[in-house]
């Protein structure tokens, strides 16, 4: 079930690359961000649009997902993955399918942000077994707000706050974070997010309390289609690793449906 569920993740992925309709990056983006690199924004997919992301990290991971936009301001996803997909040996799938949901519920004017809040139970990483986690924990729960202002283009502030049922090393915190996008040109935008890890700093956690710094740089050539470089862990927060800024790749094809 575990392969057969991953393999039509990424074969829809592959078959999507020629079919999918600017992406949702630079000045020109057709396309909201749904995360900037792993904190959710308030950002939706429009009724009758389909999302196919992937994230491309360290030690093969892999975690293709789908998303549709099925009423206006909803929409819903599936998402799976595994650890040593991109290499030799035994493939280390994921334990369980995430699934993510999110309504907007306040539309962004001149004088208001938009807020969205939504659940996602897929964390990201290597999948520890004995803690019931993922090196990156899962949002769970979550309420994100983003402003959008004009500055040399554009830029983007996202706020965001969540609830991860990761819980099983002792950590409950409610977690915040934010983040920025700023637009360079028409098709190429940079992100930067800033996680305080709320919920993964006991002696416990796999964090040591620093926080999670990303940055990325996404770029669109068109066609709905998105490509993303992303450096995660700039405060090398990880306990379980020495290893610094880890890279990773981040593709995104968007297309209208119905």
Same mark, same amino acid.
């Given at each position: 079930?575990?392969?057969?569920?991953?393999?039509?993740?990424i074969?829809?992925?592959?078959?999507?690359?020629?079919?999918?309709?600017?992406?949702?990056?630079g000045?020109d983006?057709?396309?909201?961000?749904?995360?900037?690199?792993?904190?959710?924004?308030?950002?939706?997919?429009?009724?009758?649009?389909?999302?196919?992301?992937?994230?491309?990290?360290?030690?093969?991971?892999?975690?293709?997902?789908?998303?549709?936009?099925v !009423?206006?301001?909803?929409? *819903?996803?599936?998402?799976?993955?595994?650890?040593?997909?991109i290499?030799?040996?035994?493939?280390?799938?994921?334990?369980?399918?995430?699934?993510?949901? #999110?309504?907007?519920?306040?539309?962004?004017?001149?004088?208001?942000?938009?807020?969205?809040v939504?659940?996602d139970s897929?964390?990201?990483? #290597?999948?520890?077994?004995?803690?019931?986690? *993922?090196?990156?924990?899962?949002?769970?729960?979550?309420?994100?707000?983003?402003?959008?202002?004009?500055?040399?283009?554009?830029?983007?502030?996202h706020?965001?706050?969540?609830?991860? !049922?990761? #819980?099983?090393d002792?950590?409950q915190?409610?977690?915040?974070?934010?983040?920025l996008?700023?637009?360079?040109?028409?098709?190429?935008s940079?992100v930067?997010?800033y996680?305080?890890?709320?919920?993964?700093?006991?002696?416990?956690?796999?964090?040591?309390?620093?926080?999670?710094?990303?940055?990325?740089? #996404?770029?669109?050539?068109?066609?709905?289609?998105?490509?993303?470089?992303?450096?995660?862990?700039?405060?090398?927060?990880?306990?379980?690793?020495?290893?610094?800024?880890?890279?990773?790749?981040?593709f995104?094809y968007?297309k209208?449906? *119905?």
């Open positions: 079930m575990k392969k057969s569920f991953a393999s039509f993740l074969i829809f992925t592959l078959i999507s690359i020629n079919s999918f309709a600017q992406g949702s990056s000045e983006a057709k396309y909201e961000y749904r995360y900037l690199i792993d904190v959710p924004s308030a950002g939706i997919l429009e009724k009758g649009f389909v999302g196919v992301s992937v994230d491309v990290m360290p030690l093969g991971v892999v975690i293709p997902k789908i998303e549709v936009g !009423f206006d301001n909803i929409s *819903f996803g599936v998402s799976y993955g595994g650890g040593n997909i290499g030799v040996g035994e493939v280390d799938w994921y334990k369980y399918p995430g699934v993510n949901f #999110r309504v907007r519920i306040i539309n962004e004017t001149e004088e208001r942000p938009a807020v969205t939504g659940f897929q964390g990201k990483g #290597r999948y520890f077994e004995s803690q019931e986690r *993922f090196a990156i924990k899962s949002p769970g729960i979550f309420v994100a707000a983003a402003k959008n202002f004009n500055f040399l283009g554009f830029l983007s502030v706020g965001m706050a969540n609830y991860s !049922f990761e #819980r099983k002792g950590d915190d409610l977690n915040l974070a934010v983040g996008e700023k637009t360079i040109g028409s098709t190429v940079l930067a997010e996680s305080f890890a709320n919920n993964d700093n006991t002696s416990a956690s796999l964090g040591d309390g620093s926080g999670f710094m990303n940055v990325g740089v #996404r770029w669109s050539p068109g066609s709905g289609f998105t490509l993303g470089l992303d450096l995660r862990d700039m405060l090398d927060n990880k306990k379980f690793t020495s290893s610094k800024a880890d890279r990773a790749i981040f995104e968007i209208g449906i *119905f």
